[in-house]
């Protein structure tokens, strides 16, 4: 028994013959949908990209390893204690009370305060001691976001092979994990560095009902929310004066300059505040200025009434004070005067206005963040000759002097800043120097986006943060004049990384912005639109396609009138949406009504008067009208032919359209003729690499597999690969796509260990590269699923089946059609093997 169905026909004018498994299953290389080009619409907003879908990363794949555990065991990374560290005696003491209260321990120490108080250093000294004592779990999670500690959990599960987990679904391992810590004899350490969602932990605290077990918490909230159920709160303040006072010494003895101490230490550690993020810059400060305590102290009150402006009291929201300011200010004119001289300053404010948490190396060396400092670079001293331009070198080296002052690090790609710095060196900066740096950062990210990004996920990742973190602190600056594209690259990426969510909120807040900023009708709102309801269609939420587009067109016809370009683009939208969601006969009807506009303002033989006759032509062929379809179709490429002439991209894609008509009326041998013809035509005009060309081949081996001419369709996509692999390269999405077509054609072929070998490789590459819950990653099981099944595998079949339907149900619902389609596969799997599942 075969576990295929025939493919669903949908509104791809290129499938010239339907074949393959149900809907979502073993698609050919997801192709450029024609039924939307054919219709008019704007398939060139498709957030998507051609044909692509969406597919969720939050959940990482884990290898399980078969080997014992070897104890003990640290997972994360602990922080290496900072120089000069101060051990703070009585603060570690209150810590240890907290945890030992009445002899009975509570399930977590909260370390609460400010930030830049050393919360993370005293965290970091629990577990470096905890690792040399020999205890058997310490685990150091980041808490910035709870799905980070969620993974880490499930990661730790697997690797110390906790029951019941199994790499393959990441909440059920953190579960288990939990589970575990709490009826373990062995004894742990868990840390959850920098905690700002209490709410997202609930469900996720791990405690010790043995008491073999401990949980610090590290976090600048003060929320009633953190506390309770055993969690108690210890406060972490500044330095004593005596820390404070050490910790000056110890950092400049350390560096053999000792000669900077001297009987104002004191007074310098109080003006600071004895905050520990202040005597850090301090002392870097005097050790690259070779400068004595009393004239850095003196330096400090000179320019103490200009940062009492720059930030007073009442702006001072997180309790950090001034003198941090001071301190960093004071650092900042410094590295000024350091070689390359007078650009620390703009380069500094141009590192605050993106992601604290790191951006990549690479957009120091782009055109437009060195046109930005060559612009901003302090004037030459009176008489000295201005210098030339900012070279990339220049700007790696400025990016060396603030490393060198501490205010910035920079190290494997990636250069971060501390969220306090960055805000001190934001606030400053007036507001009308604003939109220069938005534009310099936002061009450089651009400039630095790979495209696909896919291949690069962490730096995807990265970019995307720093985009939303752009975006938050610029506002409407990259809105002016226009709609900066990288805030449309950033959806299309997150897109590309299946988080549909995400994806969706984005594309509705650019909507929501733009529509505040330029009007419901400006270019920059209907391209958002678009994008979100192309992301609706391809994710099988049709219905919110159709509301989103019909009130755009409805805003474009009060806004612009009935017969305007953009109203008709939004409506030749709906002609493919409304087909989609088998609303046939409104379709048709709204094609017939865009055509009889078209022709009556534009006249026959205009190009979108052309467009909307393929749109009406389309739209016949859904409703069943096949041969009407034929009849117009060929009527219309006599006249794009005439009019556009031959080798034009809309000419030869009525010639696919032409050739899906014959296949439609039984003509089957007309149609794989014209598919061969178009083929050899492509490849001349526009050449073999075209996603148009590609297209033409993809189609022509499906209709030779719907021939029974196998072996012709396995060399068609054969030949497919190897350009998709020459052109894009072999982890390219479109690649991993046309390695599982190429497996169909082994398995219609009859060469079904060659397909599973294939399907195989497939899915470890998608998980690898995609994760294990990307759609096309449980496309790729799925078939291999099938295939299983076809080899009589039926044992591995069910399981993999199983596993996917899990899934689907999780990520998509148990309505979404490929849902549907994993229960149906499922169903046929189990009667065949003789088994019969539960209802």
């Known amino acids: 028994m075969s576990f295929r169905r025939r493919r669903r026909k949908g509104t791809e004018a290129e499938s010239v013959t339907a074949e393959g498994p149900p809907a979502g299953e073993r698609p050919g290389p997801i192709t450029a949908d024609e039924g939307a080009v054919a219709a008019g619409g704007s398939a060139n907003h498709n957030a998507l990209g051609p044909g692509s879908t969406v597919h969720d990363l939050r959940w990482a794949h884990i290898h399980i390893a078969t080997d014992e555990v070897a104890w003990p065991v640290e997972i994360g990374r602990v922080p290496g204690l900072a120089s000069a560290f101060q051990p703070r005696s009585a603060l570690r003491e209150s810590i240890d009370a907290a945890h030992d209260r009445n002899g009975v321990g509570p399930s977590a ?460 683009m939004f409506r030749a939208d709906l002609v493919t949406f409304y087909a989609d969601t088998g609303r046939e006969p409104e379709a048709l009807a709204l094609a017939e009504e865009i055509l009889a506009i078209r022709e009556g303002t534009l006249g026959p033989e205009h190009a979108d008067t052309l467009t909307a006759r393929s749109a009406l032509a389309f739209a016949h062929r859904v409703m069943g009208h096949v041969e009407e379809a034929l009849d117009r179709t060929q009527d219309l490429l006599a006249d794009q032919t005439r009019v556009l002439g031959p080798a034009h991209p809309h000419t030869l894609r009525t010639r696919a359209n032409l050739a899906a008509s014959y296949a439609d009326v039984g003509r089957t041998g007309e149609a794989v003729a014209e598919t061969e013809r178009l083929l050899a035509d492509r490849e001349r005009f526009l050449g073999p690499g075209d996603p148009d060309t590609q297209l033409s081949r993809s189609t022509l081996a499906s209709a030779y597999g719907q021939m029974g001419r196998f072996e012709e369709a396995v060399a068609q996509t054969e030949r497919l690969l190897a350009d998709r692999e020459q052109l894009k390269g072999p982890t390219h999405l479109d690649t991993l796509r046309t390695r599982t077509e190429l497996a169909l054609r082994y398995v219609y072929a009859g060469r079904v260990l060659e397909a599973i070998a294939l399907e195989e490789s497939v899915v470890a590459d998608c998980e690898r590269l995609l994760g294990p819950t990307h759609l096309d990653t449980l496309r790729a099981r799925s078939n291999l699923a099938s295939t299983y099944g076809d080899a009589g595998r039926f044992a591995d079949a069910i399981a993999l089946a199983e596993g996917v339907l899990a899934d689907r149900e999780r990520l998509l619902g148990p309505d979404h059609p490929e849902t549907v389609g994993s229960r149906a596969l499922l169903q046929a799997l189990a009667l065949s093997a003789g088994q019969r599942l539960d209802e």
């Open 109 to 568: 120490q909260i370390l609460s305060g400010g930030g830049g108080t050393g919360k993370s250093q005293l965290a970091a000294f629990y577990a470096a001691e905890a690792i040399s004592t020999g205890t058997d779990l310490v685990l150091w999670a980041d808490a910035g976001e709870v799905e980070q500690v969620i993974a880490l959990f499930a990661q730790a599960a697997v690797r110390i092979r906790v029951p019941g987990a199994t790499g393959e679904d990441t909440e059920q391992d953190a579960r288990a994990l939990l589970a575990w810590l709490a009826t373990t004899e062995r004894h742990w350490l868990v840390v959850l560095d920098d905690l700002n969602d209490p709410a997202g932990m609930s469900g996720w605290w791990p405690h010790s009902r043995t008491r073999t077990g401990r949980v610090l918490v590290t976090t600048r909230l003060h929320d009633a929310r953190i506390t309770g159920n055993g969690r108690r709160r210890v406060p972490v303040g500044v330095y004593t004066p005596g820390e404070a006072i050490a910790y000056l010494r110890t950092r400049l003895a350390e560096d053999d300059a000792e000669h900077l101490l001297d009987d104002t230490v004191g007074d310098l550690a109080a003006a600071l505040g004895h905050l520990p993020l202040a005597l850090g810059h301090a002392a870097a400060y005097m050790l690259n200025q070779d400068l004595p305590c009393a004239r850095y102290l003196a330096l400090v009150g000179d320019h103490s009434r200009t940062l009492g402006q720059l930030l007073p009291d009442d702006a001072d929201a997180e309790g950090y004070g001034r003198e941090v300011t001071a301190t960093l200010l004071l650092a900042l004119d410094a590295a000024q005067r350091t070689e390359p001289a007078g650009l620390a300053r703009p380069a500094l404010r141009l590192a605050a206005f993106l992601e604290p948490a790191g951006h990549p190396r690479a957009v120091w060396t782009t055109p437009a963040v060195l046109a930005y400092l060559t612009e901003h670079r302090a004037a030459a001293p009176h008489g000295v000759q201005r210098p030339g331009p900012v070279t990339a070198e220049q700007a790696e080296a400025i990016l060396r002097v603030l490393h060198k002052y501490a205010m910035v690090s920079s190290d494997q790609g990636t250069v971060r800043i501390h969220a306090l710095t960055a805000r001190a060196a934001r606030e400053p900066v007036d507001e009308a120097a604003v939109p220069c740096i938005a534009r310099a950062a936002a061009d450089a990210l651009l400039g630095i986006w790979p495209d696909p990004d896919h291949s690069d996920p962490e730096l995807a990742a990265s970019l995307r943060a720093n985009t939303g973190r752009l975006h938050e602190l610029t506002g409407e600056h990259l809105w002016r004049p226009e709609g900066h594209e990288v805030l449309y690259r950033a959806g299309g990426s997150w897109a590309a990384a299946g988080l549909t969510a995400t994806t969706a909120a984005h594309w509705e807040q650019l909507a929501r912005t733009s529509r505040a900023i330029h009007g419901p009708v400006h270019d920059n709102t209907l391209r958002a639109c678009a994008e979100l309801a192309y992301l609706f269609r391809g994710t099988g939420r049709g219905a919110e396609a159709i509301t989103l587009t019909e009130r755009v067109a409805a805003d474009c016809v009060q806004l612009l009138g009935p017969t305007h370009h953009k109203t008709l």
